[in-house]
């Protein structure tokens, strides 16, 4: 028997090549916490750029990265199951498997224009184009400045059709100490978005220790 969370459904986790290793690195440690399954795809560029940002090298073979995370998260045996960028028989590539929701972060811009073009050339795009269709939520977490008018469209189109548009951009009214403060903000929101319990942030109008 596979891995079964506090929660029935999965939340799949996309990591693309845009800067924000942290961010993603962060994000599955809570999720692994609060007992989530998690389908994780990571792009090729997303390797290069764990590579730079973290101390963390990612295998490329699904299979060993599966065990690498899984052993890093201190996750349950089939908590974190990893998929390749080609792997179509994956839960996520049909909108007849497990509903759930999806975030892509970080996001890139060029992850960002295929999705909304409907592309589906990779198991990325492909399961952000099921969420979209199957009207279930997906986050896109852009890590990019300033955005051009390509961009901006691209997101005001996906806005329309329901995608929650989340630039990776922390506020200070928590009086961050560090980078971690930082990434943490981010992080807390995504996790209320995706309707996870989170203790990173306090909500707005409870206490805030300063």
Same mark, same amino acid.
Not at 48 to 58: G, P
Not at 61 to 85: H, M, N
């Given at each position: =028997?596979?891995?079964?969370?506090?929660?029935?459904q999965?939340?799949?986790?996309?990591?693309?090549?845009?800067?924000?290793?942290?961010?993603?690195?962060?994000l599955?440690?809570?999720?692994?916490?609060?007992?989530?399954?998690?389908?994780? =795809?990571?792009?090729?560029?997303?390797?290069v750029? +764990?590579? %730079?940002?973290?101390?963390?090298?990612?295998? #490329?073979?699904?299979?060993? &990265?599966?065990?690498?995370l899984t052993?890093?998260?201190?996750?349950?045996?089939?908590? /974190?199951?990893? +998929?390749? !960028?080609?792997?179509?028989?994956?839960?996520?590539?049909?909108?007849?498997? !497990?509903?759930?929701?999806? /975030?892509?972060?970080?996001?890139?811009?060029?992850? &960002?224009?295929?999705?909304?073009?409907?592309?589906? @050339?990779?198991?990325?795009? !492909?399961?952000? $184009?099921?969420?979209?269709?199957?009207?279930?939520?997906?986050?896109?977490?852009?890590r990019? %400045?300033?955005?051009?008018?390509?961009?901006?469209?691209? =997101?005001?189109?996906?806005?329309?059709?329901?995608?929650?548009?989340?630039?990776?951009?922390?506020?200070?009214?928590?009086?961050?100490?560090?980078?971690? $403060?930082?990434?943490?903000?981010?992080? #807390? !929101? =995504?996790? @209320?978005?995706?309707?996870?319990e989170?203790?990173?942030?306090?909500?707005?109008?409870?206490? /805030? $220790?300063?």
């Amino acid at each position: =028997m596979g891995f079964e969370g506090s929660q029935n459904q999965p939340v799949t986790l996309a990591i693309t090549g845009a800067s924000g290793a942290p961010y993603a690195l962060r994000l599955l440690q809570c999720l692994v916490a609060e007992q989530r399954t998690v389908y994780v =795809m990571v792009s090729q560029a997303a390797q290069v750029v +764990f590579a %730079t940002e973290s101390a963390h090298k990612l295998p #490329a073979s699904p299979e060993k &990265l599966q065990t690498y995370l899984t052993q890093t998260f201190g996750a349950d045996e089939g908590q /974190i199951q990893v +998929f390749g !960028r080609e792997q179509w028989f994956a839960p996520v590539a049909s909108g007849s498997g !497990r509903k759930g929701p999806m /975030i892509v972060c970080p996001c890139s811009t060029g992850t &960002l224009s295929a999705i909304a073009t409907g592309a589906s @050339n990779n198991l990325i795009e !492909r399961a952000a $184009d099921v969420a979209i269709k199957e009207k279930r939520s997906l986050i896109l977490v852009l890590r990019e %400045t300033p955005f051009s008018p390509i961009h901006l469209e691209n =997101m005001l189109k996906l806005a329309n059709m329901g995608v929650t548009i989340m630039p990776a951009s922390p506020g200070f009214y928590h009086n961050p100490l560090s980078i971690e $403060d930082l990434v943490d903000f981010m992080v #807390a !929101r =995504m996790l @209320n978005h995706l309707g996870i319990e989170q203790t990173l942030l306090p909500l707005w109008g409870e206490k /805030i $220790d300063c």
